[in-house]
């Protein structure tokens, strides 16, 4: 049974800092495509970051281009979003997904393209 355990969430000010993890279990988190999403309250789900299998390729949202960075650890089969410079517009409920369901177009970002999930993570961030 593949289960995704997010932890890291939190109350920050606008500016700070928050490390998110992703633990897999029953699941090998190097086997395909991991992600973080995010979903704001009355908003619709929206990818975040994604990283490949060999962690060589990731791909953000244009909204948190090079203020957070995904990851991965082999060896503790987790997968990491630090979040720098994190703003209001940043506070959602973030949630950890898991395997890429292939065919019908290349878009690593789309929530619906992801069959694995955890539970999620709530991240506010005030003014």
């Known amino acids: 049974q593949v289960q995704l355990v997010e932890s890291g969430g939190g109350s920050v000010q606008a500016g700070g800092s928050l490390r998110l993890s992703c633990a897999a279990s029953g699941y090998t988190a190097n086997s395909d495509y991991m992600g973080w999403f995010r979903q704001a309250s009355g908003k619709e789900r929206e990818g975040v970051a994604v990283i490949s299998p060999g962690g060589s390729i990731t791909y953000y949202s244009d909204s948190v281009k090079g203020r957070f960075t995904i990851s991965l650890d082999y060896a503790a089969n987790t997968v990491y979003l630090r979040m720098n410079s994190l703003k209001p517009e940043d506070t959602a409920m973030y949630y950890c997904?898991?395997?890429?369901?292939?065919?019908?177009?290349?878009?690593?970002?789309?929530?619906?393209?992801?069959?694995?999930w955890g539970q999620g993570t709530q991240v506010t961030v005030s003014s």
């Open positions: 997904a898991a395997d890429y369901r292939y065919g019908a177009g290349w878009l690593p970002l789309a929530p619906g393209k992801y069959n694995y």
